[in-house]
């Protein structure tokens, strides 16, 4: 039997041991930490819309109106009046035919892709995609085919020697541990030519980019047609919890008819499905926040190069500083703890090995002499020497 002890003290060793912390506070640039206040930069809340107080009247409402619990599944009992409006919100902010909202984003990633895969098809998917689009691969039991980072025509060649049944490209709209996008128009047009459905995981997009936030796929001027799927989470730009899924009609209904993750679990609340709808309202109307976000990462590019750091080719919120090794991100992370800020060290196997990092995110709640701070901070950071 394998020593579970020991295995954890490789990882302790190797600098890869991971302890949560305990918030005591309301999402926001100030967090209590363990007791303490820090300055927190690794929130997904991009918009700084997880405690606005009007999706927070909503949330109240919603639990006097609906309970606190939905009861059942969507196709038992669990379907609200809150969640049916919500799916048909989310297909017109989306320009989609229809959406179905799924409990987390890992359960709608797999359960799209188990949905439409299985034995004897391919599915294709980059190297740094999402470990639940990895995950959906494997227990879809379709033939999974990876492909280098953003390279199309590797992706090209594998697509060339597709040898039958359904091929299915996945990949994320915005990547979550480098910050950079991936090239949906030419995606977009290589799975055309080869007959080949286009899933793109917007997690990180929804609410951020795009027209009024619609995302990466909208950034790109790129429709249902050439996206066919279409998955995005509730809980980053919008504030809130859950996922959806979007596309047409025949897809829709089939993830209602066969999508395990869908069918088999207990709805969301309808409580968070009414905090959502606010929620989504408000990244329409409020642009002044994907404006002063769009501020705030150019304040921070322009002083961590100034600084020297090695950063990533991303214009998005996610701002990874690389370190390296797993050694190096984790002092330069309690480094920055001990002059009250929060900022994540992220180590393998989250990402690939030799290539640890800060992860710095940025949302519309922090101000500018907030991120002052933060770079006046990473200009004290010992660099050290990178093993």
């Given at each position: 039997?394998?020593?579970?002890?020991?295995?954890?003290?490789?990882?302790?060793?190797?600098?890869?041991?991971?302890?949560?912390?305990?918030?005591?506070?309301?999402?926001?640039?100030?967090?209590?930490?363990?007791?303490?206040?820090?300055?927190?930069?690794?929130?997904?809340?991009?918009?700084?819309?997880?405690?606005h107080?009007?999706?927070?009247?909503?949330?109240?409402?919603?639990?006097?109106?609906?309970?606190?619990?939905?009861?059942?599944?969507?196709?038992?009992?669990?379907?609200?009046?809150?969640?049916?409006?919500?799916?048909?919100?989310?297909?017109?902010?989306?320009?989609?035919?229809?959406?179905?909202?799924?409990?987390?984003?890992?359960?709608?990633?797999?359960?799209?892709?188990?949905?439409?895969?299985?034995?004897?098809?391919?599915?294709?998917?980059?190297?740094?995609?999402?470990?639940?689009?990895?995950?959906?691969?494997?227990l879809?039991?379709?033939?999974?085919?990876?492909?280098?980072?953003?390279?199309?025509?590797?992706?090209?060649?594998?697509?060339?020697?597709?040898?039958?049944?359904?091929?299915?490209?996945?990949?994320?709209?915005?990547?979550?541990m480098?910050?950079?996008?991936?090239?949906l128009?030419?995606?977009?047009?290589?799975?055309?030519?080869?007959?080949?459905?286009?899933?793109?995981?917007?997690?990180?997009?929804?609410?951020?980019?795009?027209?009024?936030?619609?995302?990466?796929?909208?950034?790109?001027?790129?429709?249902?047609?050439?996206?066919?799927?279409?998955?995005?989470?509730?809980?980053?730009?919008?504030?809130?919890?859950?996922?959806?899924?979007?596309?047409?009609?025949?897809?829709?209904?089939?993830?209602?008819?066969?999508?395990?993750?869908?069918?088999?679990?207990?709805?969301?609340?309808?409580?968070?499905?009414?905090?959502?709808?606010?929620?989504?309202?408000?990244?329409q109307?409020?642009?002044w926040?994907?404006?002063?976000?769009?501020?705030?990462?150019?304040?921070?590019?322009?002083?961590?190069?100034?600084?020297?750091?090695?950063?990533?080719?991303?214009?998005?919120?996610?701002?990874?500083?690389?370190?390296?090794?797993?050694?190096?991100?984790?002092?330069?992370?309690?480094?920055?703890?001990?002059?009250?800020?929060?900022?994540?060290?992220?180590?393998?196997?989250?990402?690939?090995?030799?290539?640890?990092?800060?992860?710095?995110t940025?949302?519309?709640?922090?101000?500018?002499?907030?991120?002052?701070?933060?770079l006046?901070?990473?200009?004290?950071?010992?660099?050290?020497?990178?093993?």
């Amino acid at each position: 039997m394998k020593s579970l002890q020991s295995e954890l003290e490789r990882r302790r060793a190797e600098h890869l041991y991971r302890r949560r912390r305990v918030i005591g506070s309301p999402q926001g640039p100030l967090l209590q930490v363990d007791g303490v206040e820090l300055l927190s930069f690794c929130s997904n809340d991009y918009l700084g819309l997880a405690n606005h107080p009007d999706v927070i009247h909503a949330l109240q409402q919603g639990a006097l109106t609906y309970g606190a619990g939905s009861g059942s599944a969507h196709l038992v009992s669990g379907h609200s009046a809150a969640h049916h409006a919500l799916e048909e919100e989310l297909a017109e902010f989306t320009g989609r035919s229809r959406a179905l909202l799924y409990s987390t984003g890992y359960m709608a990633n797999q359960g799209v892709i188990t949905a439409l895969l299985g034995r004897g098809d391919t599915i294709y998917q980059d190297r740094l995609n999402h470990a639940s689009l990895i995950d959906g691969g494997l227990l879809s039991r379709a033939h999974l085919k990876r492909y280098p980072h953003n390279d199309l025509s590797a992706l090209a060649g594998q697509l060339d020697n597709h040898s039958g049944g359904e091929a299915l490209v996945a990949v994320d709209g915005v990547f979550s541990m480098d910050g950079d996008l991936a090239p949906l128009p030419e995606l977009a047009n290589l799975c055309a030519d080869h007959a080949a459905w286009l899933l793109v995981d917007d997690a990180h997009g929804l609410g951020v980019l795009g027209q009024d936030g619609r995302g990466s796929v909208d950034h790109f001027g790129l429709e249902q047609a050439d996206v066919p799927i279409l998955m995005g989470t509730l809980g980053k730009a919008f504030g809130t919890f859950g996922a959806f899924v979007a596309g047409s009609e025949e897809l829709i209904e089939t993830l209602i008819q066969q999508s395990r993750s869908y069918l088999y679990t207990t709805a969301l609340p309808p409580a968070v499905a009414e905090a959502t709808r606010t929620s989504l309202r408000l990244v329409q109307n409020e642009s002044w926040r994907r404006d002063h976000l769009q501020q705030l990462i150019q304040q921070f590019r322009v002083g961590a190069e100034q600084l020297g750091l090695l950063l990533m080719a991303s214009e998005t919120a996610i701002q990874p500083i690389l370190a390296g090794s797993a050694e190096r991100a984790v002092r330069w992370s309690k480094s920055l703890e001990k002059e009250g800020l929060l900022v994540t060290a992220i180590r393998p196997p989250t990402v690939p090995e030799g290539s640890a990092r800060l992860r710095v995110t940025l949302s519309a709640s922090h101000t500018v002499e907030q991120v002052d701070r933060l770079l006046d901070a990473l200009g004290r950071v010992d660099p050290g020497v990178n093993e």
